[in-house]
Nanobody, 124 residues
């Protein structure tokens, strides 16, 4: 089992920044690709960003490209999401996820484990 715990969410004004963290425990060494997804009220969960264990490439949704940066510290089993220039439409619950596959993917069903989520609210 792998446990994922997100932190860093909160309320921020339009144009502000937040950094989300996701700490993995348990059999975290078996997980390769880490991802962030988000879900707004009444919407489906959507892909935000992903990074493989090697961190040699990353993938971003078009809506966040250039504003968000995903990174990871394998020694700490932690993945981060730096969010800059936040907009009200970024308001959602953000979920950390872990996959055993070796490449980035945007498909939720390919992620084996999920955190409980952290709320991000951007006020206008």
């Amino acid at each position: 089992q792998v446990q994922l715990v997100e932190s860093g969410g909160g309320l921020v004004q339009d144009g502000g920044s937040l950094r989300l963290s996701c700490a993995a425990s348990g059999r975290a060494f078996s997980m390769h690709t880490m991802g962030w997804f988000r879900q707004a009220p009444g919407e489906e969960r959507e892909f935000v960003a992903a990074i493989p264990r090697s961190a040699d490439n990353t993938d971003y949704a078009d809506s966040v490209k250039g504003r968000f940066t995903i990174s990871r510290d394998n020694a700490k089993n932690t993945v981060y999401l730096q969010m800059n220039s936040l907009k009200p439409e970024d308001t959602a619950v953000y979920y950390c996820s872990a996959s055993s596959i070796f490449m980035t993917t945007r498909i939720p069903s390919l992620y084996n484990y999920w955190g409980q989520g952290t709320q991000v609210t951007v006020s206008s």
